[in-house]
């Protein structure tokens, strides 16, 4: 019998027949090659199967009828035969070192349930930098670890610049299969909760950056973002005492008047105003909420 891949590629895609070849061609380039890719098909209605196909057994496609990216890539790891999972996205480049960089640091440190590192900006740069963790603040999470306060304040997990070991994934139940969107802040949270994190000053991927991956739902986004939150102080309680409750009440404050604007954009008055309401109990003494939530009494008081 065989033995196992050291690692399992898993692409989860719907619908981007467009960009699926290039992002296969990236892992297939890797200068570490004892890996085996699988291609999770969530349904797509394009030509993403026959994408697939043309690559021969270097490639293992499955298909699912659309249950969502979560439940995709939960199919795709329960098929991986690996210890060690990359999850990639469709439509982002994998570079070279990819592989070769994050195993060669859980090979060192095997305690960890994931590393991850950095990616750059596909064509150039995105607010002003080229990599997606500033450069300074990469530097300090290689040297200091990764705390709570660094997935909590800015999202900065990337799972395509990530490894995960399959058991602690399991473990944890994988990916949140209700969440479509804030998937992997969720994921990152609860591995952190659980396991030893590293992180690794190397750029390993290249993000995408167009039209498809800003999702048109900015609702469920700023909704589910909102969950994830409450989720992590439910089930891990000592995320209150790590984080402080006035950097967690500020942050979803921000979430909920956000989502207020985004509601009253999309003619859903009502629930803006509740959302603007929950966003000034958790955050009363700021003024941009007070204001908006007087401008907005003034304005229906005129109605």
Not at 108 to 122: K, Q, T
Not at 123 to 141: D, W
Not at 167 to 192: A, N, T, V
Not at 227 to 256: D, T
């Amino acid at each position: 019998m065989s033995q196992p891949p050291a690692v399992s590629v898993v692409i989860a895609t719907y619908n981007r027949a467009a960009l699926l070849a290039q992002t296969i061609e990236s892992v297939l380039r890797q200068s570490f090659q004892d890996f085996e890719l699988i291609v999770v098909d969530d349904g797509s209605q394009d030509d993403t199967q026959g994408i697939v196909r043309a690559f021969g057994s270097r490639v293992q496609y499955v298909y699912q009828e659309n249950r969502g990216p979560s439940a995709a890539r939960n199919l795709g790891v329960r098929q991986a035969k690996a210890a060690w999972i990359s999850i990639q996205d469709s439509d982002d480049l994998s570079l070279p070192n990819h592989l070769e960089t994050l195993l060669g640091h859980v090979k060192s440190r095997p305690e960890i349930a994931m590393v991850f590192a950095n990616g750059d900006y596909l064509g150039g740069p995105v607010h002003n930098r080229q990599n997606i963790i500033p450069v300074a603040k990469s530097r300090r999470l290689a040297q200091a670890g990764v705390g709570l306060e660094d997935l909590f304040d800015k999202s900065i997990v990337r799972l395509q610049a990530g490894l995960i070991s399959k058991k602690c994934y399991e473990e944890i139940g994988g990916h949140d299969e209700d969440l479509r969107i804030s998937m992997d802040l969720d994921l990152s949270f609860r591995l952190w909760a659980r396991y030893p994190m590293a992180y690794v000053d190397e750029v390993v991927f290249s993000y995408r950056k167009h039209d498809g991956n800003i999702s048109a739902d900015q609702e469920r986004r700023l909704l589910e973002n909102i969950r994830v939150i409450e989720k992590l102080l439910r089930e891990y309680p000592k995320a209150e005492q790590i984080l402080g409750k006035g950097r967690i009440h500020r942050r979803l404050a921000y979430r909920y008047y956000r989502l207020a604007k985004t509601r009253l954009k999309h003619g859903k008055p009502a629930e803006a105003r509740a959302a603007l309401n929950a966003a000034v109990r958790l955050s009363p003494l700021n003024p941009k909420y007070r204001v908006y939530q007087l401008q907005w009494m003034a304005s229906t008081a005129h109605d």
